[in-house]
């Protein structure tokens, strides 16, 4: 059972991912990625499942073309947890 | 410019392709794949993607966890194409 972020503790990591958006109706974070084609899409795509795979800790996405959607949350934690805001920074590093 | 599939041909085209439903509100389809984990259905989507790419015909797709949803449309046609009843034909050969 992973902690869900309350407190202070959650207003600091968020804090440190301010490009992620909170998710209306949902204890989520989301950003939209754009890239030139479908293949450099792709290729952010996999280097994040590769991420996503080592870290046992899998984004809610979805792609169309050029442009990748993605949504963190930690379902077992019912909400928001450390592990998304880890896994926002390896994405965003990524990208 | 690609022809939208109408007519008899369409018809046809659709009955060859069962397991895909039509898209409420859009003319599209759509079709729902599950595996066992993320390892599982990142491989079917890399093999899809492998396919899209070479057919420069590429799906609007989602992925949480081990399942993989799947909807196909032919932008520049505005609706279903005979691309789509191919791309869905190599899809349901991957998986």
Do not use: C
């Given at each position: ?25 949902r204890d989520a974070i ?34 169309v073309y050029n442009k ?23 994405i965003d590093a990524i990208?």
């Amino acid at each position: 059972m992973t902690a869900k972020l309350a407190g202070k503790a959650r207003t600091q990591a968020l804090a440190s991912i301010k490009s992620w958006k909170k998710v209306r109706g949902r204890d989520a974070i989301q950003k939209s990625f754009k890239f030139t084609d479908f293949n450099e899409a792709w290729g952010f795509m996999t280097r994040v499942a590769m991420a996503a795979e080592k870290a046992d800790h899998h984004p809610e996405w979805s792609n169309v073309y050029n442009k990748v959607e993605i949504l963190l949350l930690t379902h077992d934690a019912g909400g928001l947890s450390l592990k998304d805001v880890a896994l926002a920074k390896v994405i965003d590093a990524i990208a």
